[in-house]
Antibody, heavy 127, light 107 residues
Framework: EEQLVQSGAEVKKPGESLRISCKGSGYSFVTYWITWVRQMPGKGLEWMGRINPSDSSTNYDPSFQGHVTISLDRSISTAYLQWSSLKASDTAIYYC????????????????????WGEGTTVTVSS | IQLTQSPSSLSASVGDRVTITCRASQGINNFLAWYQQKPGKAPELLISAASTLQSGVPSRFSGSGSGTDFTLTIDSLQPEDFATYYCQLLNSYPSFTFGPGTKVDIK
């Protein structure tokens, strides 16, 4: 079974650092990008960024660039999302997802959709 | 590129036909997906490329549209369909933006 398993809930204080994880199994981990999505309490989904496990290249949404870092350890099929200094506004559920790439013959363009999701990691930042 | 969804919420009964609209601020061909999220759960992919139903998704779900206007239709709403539905851009680097969501609840 193709799945992504995320690390458990975290409670942190403002200014602390944090790294959460997302482990893939049941498929070739290096074949598909891993993407991260934020959901603040009671709010919608926000795409944060992604990493290509084959070469560790990353893309970030401008809103999140510089605030978080996405990385991975290919040897254990695990991607990470990390903060160096948390803020209360980072309180949210964070989902990882497999970013499946497909190709549209008519427009000759690639497109990506999130076909396998982790269960989410709840991060609470409070003094 | 921005996405808007309408309505933001709706109340419906089991057996109803429900239609949710997603509009892009500029043409995106058919590069749009629909996701379903139930309370306390991760989102699940329903439809990719505007109209391609994912494996395992019931056939009462369908998607249509191209360019700027897209529709998700649920024929004969079932109790397990009460959820929030999001559309998403699929090739708009640097951001794969989501729509704001449409909550479907019980009338």
């Amino acid at each position: 079974e193709e799945q992504l398993v995320q690390s458990g809930a975290e409670v942190k204080k403002p200014g602390e650092s944090l790294r959460i994880s997302c482990k893939g199994s049941g498929y070739s981990f290096v074949t598909y990008w891993i993407t991260w999505v934020r959901q603040m309490p009671g709010k919608g989904l926000e795409w944060m960024g992604r990493i290509n496990p084959s070469d560790s290249s990353t893309n970030y949404d401008p809103s999140f660039q510089g605030h978080v870092t996405i990385s991975l350890d290919r040897s254990i099929s695990t991607a990470y999302l990390q903060w160096s200094s948390l803020k209360a506004s980072d309180t949210a559920i964070y989902y990882c997802a497999r970013h499946f790439r497909n190709y549209d013959i008519l427009t000759r363009q690639f497109y990506f959709y999130m076909d396998v999701w982790g269960e989410g990691t709840t991060v609470t930042v409070s003094s | 590129i921005q996405l808007t969804q309408s309505p933001s919420s709706l109340s419906a009964s089991v057996g109803d036909r429900v239609t949710i609209t997603c509009r892009a601020s500029q043409g995106i061909n058919n590069f749009l997906a629909w996701y379903q999220q139930k309370p306390g759960k991760a989102p699940e992919l329903l439809i990719s490329a505007a109209s391609t139903l994912q494996s395992g998704v019931p056939s009462r779900f369908s998607g249509s549209g191209s360019g700027t206007d897209f529709t998700l239709t649920i024929d004969s709403l079932q109790p397990e369909d009460f959820a929030t539905y999001y559309c998403q851009l699929l090739n708009s680097y640097p951001s794969f933006t989501f729509g704001p969501g449409t909550k479907v609840d019980i009338k």
